[in-house]
């Protein structure tokens, strides 16, 4: 039935579009002039037919449910049921309104199951005449406004910059809304664990707060020495800064290389085959650094008669660094390129060579973008899970040496929130926690880009 | 100069053909620049001026698909020859370009690129001091003596191309190509850079592309006319401009096409 009435109210709006541009038509060819194309006629027609009825559409459906509920129980009150058994019996109406319910069906019960399903197709077929009604009204009346010197134009162009706008606050708030659960669920946390105890301590086990049943009482002391972030930040920070260490190089190199040397030929063909690392999927990289890299370091390692972890920071950042090189080399690579000619001809003009021009010129003139695409590789580093959930093991250890495990923020995460969660748990809290340090750091390490980007602006231009 | 009143010639081009992939820009092109002598390439746009003034220090060697025949001798040497060094042939041939072209450095530094790369200061006062005489040279230090160490980018179009000049001749080349070096900048501009050349020519030899005949008369003492990738007249400016044997020359400078 609605989506009945909803491709009803679409092929209206079709229709009322192409009688908007005939009644322009018409008006055009009694040799007025418009003042619009007739196509904006249309489109202010199919928007009149469409948005209100669209609106009413549902405001119904939020509201239909709630009401006919309120009628439904109309009939219990006064008679001292309580909130909870009010909703059983209207659930146990809506199941045999439906053909459903199987207990015992008392005259209650299926006076208001009767009553349930009068309402709802009253609702149905007063939904489809209230709305059908409104789009002849509006439809009506922005018709008989079409006229040669009407505007029509103006309120459509008034239209998509809402339209737009309300896409733009749709993102706005949603980020909005991720940062304020973050924030309660984050406050909620640290309600139970103190702040001073999760910045500065050095042991993270959540699964300690696994053996906590639900129904007992919580209390604190238990979970002191559980919830210590900084062997979690450590980890987080050491593999990103393995990762960097290959990633900055060798993608600035071959960013270098593709701008400056490569010949058209081979940039055409090694630019895109570069770019293939960034298309494959990250779990991907997680299997290979857990299968590949991971046994062949320990191999490796062993022979030399080093003590190496199957699941190493090393495995883990390396190959991370390797899913970054894209990101930088293609970055780097488009900012030299944008670098102006009129430079390298006068520093080539100067008798400089082609490595003094790049280190001396080219270099510091597109360092704002380079550096904005090295953070943009950090952010990613930091923020990146499935290699390190595969790769780097799931234990927190507080350890610099890359060739131990190590775990991170976005791990742990994912070992908190695997499986069966309680809110109002300090461990899945625990995630919201680890979440919202993940935020302020891209976001710091965002407003440090911006910031460096902006002070060589203005130094270079 | 004149050595025993003859004129010391100090760049000979023969037979100099260019190619842009298959499509010839010069023809066949020959011309005698004088040492210390202004000479002016004028010509409409297209004609090969630039693509000519371009050869002179091998500049066209950045562009891939560019290809130079023929014989360039500067100092008689070809610099077309294999053995030609192209940072050494640079370091002698300085080049302004049309646009002011400052690196995204300081005043300071964008003087002293040159002689870091060539190595020509052994210490910082030496470099000071081939900054503070570039500059002086290319008239610009009384407005920049303060804000050496600003960014060149700063300063205004014409001071730009002042500083582009003091570093073109800050490693204190032979030669001076200019591409029409006041095409970007204002008249009161242009009458200082215009005065710049006829000071610099005392030291350097300088050759100026050039879309104004008025600025080739005043600033030039001979002329070079181009014309579709040939090099239809030279001579000194007096006669391209007073008396030209040819008729598309005599038509050019009068406006009538171009």
């Known amino acids: 039935m609605n989506l009945i009435l909803f491709t009803f109210i679409v092929l209206l709006g079709f229709t009322s579009y192409y009688f908007g541009r005939r009644k322009a038509y018409t008006i055009q060819s009694s040799k007025k002039r418009l003042t619009a194309l007739p196509q904006f006629y249309g489109y202010y027609l199919a928007i009149w037919c469409a948005i209100p009825a669209f609106i009413i559409f549902s405001l119904w459906a939020i509201f239909e449910p709630t009401i006919v509920k309120l009628l439904v129980l109309s009939d219990y009150s006064n008679q001292g049921y309580l909130d909870d058994e009010l909703n059983l019996i209207y659930e146990k109406t809506k199941s045999l309104s439906r053909g459903q319910f199987t207990g015992e069906i008392t005259p209650f019960i299926e006076a208001s199951a009767e009553k349930y399903l009068s309402l709802r197709s009253i609702a149905q077929n007063s939904k489809a005449v209230i709305v059908l009604s409104i789009i002849i009204a509006s439809v009506a009346y922005a018709y008989k406004r079409i006229s040669s010197n009407s505007r029509t134009r103006e309120p459509v162009e008034k239209f998509l910059n809402a339209v737009l706008f309300t896409a733009s606050l749709a993102a706005i708030l949603t980020t909005v809304g991720i940062v304020f659960s973050l924030i309660f669920q984050t406050i909620d946390f640290f309600k139970v664990i103190p702040l001073f105890d999760f910045v500065f301590g050095t042991h993270w086990y959540p699964a300690k707060a696994f053996v906590r049943d639900s129904s007992e009482a919580l209390d604190p002391t238990m979970y002191s020495d559980t919830f210590g972030a900084v062997p979690i930040f450590a980890g987080t920070f050491f593999i990103a800064l393995i990762a960097m260490c290959v990633a900055i190089p060798i993608g600035l190199m071959s960013g270098i290389y593709l701008a400056e040397y490569a010949s058209s030929k081979v940039r055409q063909y090694a630019k895109p085959l570069i770019e293939i690392l960034a298309g494959i999927p990250t779990v991907v990289y997680g299997f290979f650094a857990a299968l590949t890299v991971g046994p062949f370091l320990k191999e490796l390692g062993t022979s030399m008669g080093l003590e190496v972890s199957a699941e190493s920071a090393l495995a883990a950042g390396g190959v991370m660094g390797i899913m970054i090189i894209p990101f930088i080399s293609s970055l780097s690579d488009d900012v030299i390129t944008s670098v102006p000619q009129s430079l390298r001809d006068g520093s080539y003009a100067m008798g400089a060579t082609k490595s003094e021009t790049i280190k001396r010129v080219i270099f510091p003139a597109a360092l704002p973008g380079i550096v904005g695409s090295i953070l943009l590789g950090v952010s990613r580093a930091i923020g990146e899970t499935m290699i390190v959930v595969m790769a780097s093991g799931l234990a927190a250890n507080l350890t610099f040496n890359p060739l131990e495990s190590t775990s991170t923020i976005t791990a742990q995460i994912v070992v908190i929130l695997i499986g069966d969660q309680a809110f109002g748990d300090p461990k899945t809290q625990a995630a919201f926690a680890l979440g919202m340090s993940l935020f302020l750091v891209t976001l710091c390490l965002n407003i440090v880009a911006l910031r460096v980007v902006k002070k060589y602006r203005e130094k270079y231009e | ?258």
């Open chain 2, 1 to 258: 100069m004149k050595k025993n009143g003859i004129k010391m010639i100090k760049i000979k081009a023969k037979n100099v053909d260019v190619f842009y992939g298959k499509k010839q820009a010069l023809y066949n092109i020959g011309l005698d620049i004088e040492e210390n002598q202004v000479t002016a390439l004028i010509g409409p746009s297209g004609c090969g001026k630039s693509t000519f003034l371009r050869c002179l220090n091998r500049m066209n060697d950045v562009i891939d698909i560019c290809r130079v025949k023929g014989e360039i001798l500067i100092n008689d040497f070809n610099i077309n020859d294999k053995s030609c060094d192209v940072v050494r042939l640079r370091e002698k041939i300085g080049m302004v370009f049309q646009k002011p072209n400052p690196f995204p450095k300081t005043v300071y530094e964008n003087i002293s690129y040159g002689p870091t790369i060539h190595g020509m200061a052994q210490s910082k006062q030496e470099m000071d001091e081939i900054v503070e005489t570039s500059l002086k040279k290319a008239a610009l230090w009384e407005e920049v003596k303060d804000r050496l160490h600003e960014p060149g980018t700063g300063l205004s179009g014409g001071q730009q191309q002042r500083l582009c000049i003091a570093r073109a001749i800050s490693v204190r080349p032979e030669v001076i190509l200019m591409d029409e070096p006041c095409s970007a900048l204002d008249p009161i501009a242009t009458a200082q850079i215009e005065e710049l050349i006829d000071e610099l020519k005392k030291e350097h030899t300088i050759i100026i592309v050039t879309h104004s005949m008025a600025q080739a008369a005043r600033v030039s003492q001979n002329t070079g006319f181009f014309h579709l990738g040939q090099l239809i007249e030279h001579g000194s400016t007096d006669k391209i401009f007073k008396n030209p044997d040819n008729t598309k020359t005599q038509d050019y400078i009068t406006g009538r096409f171009g």
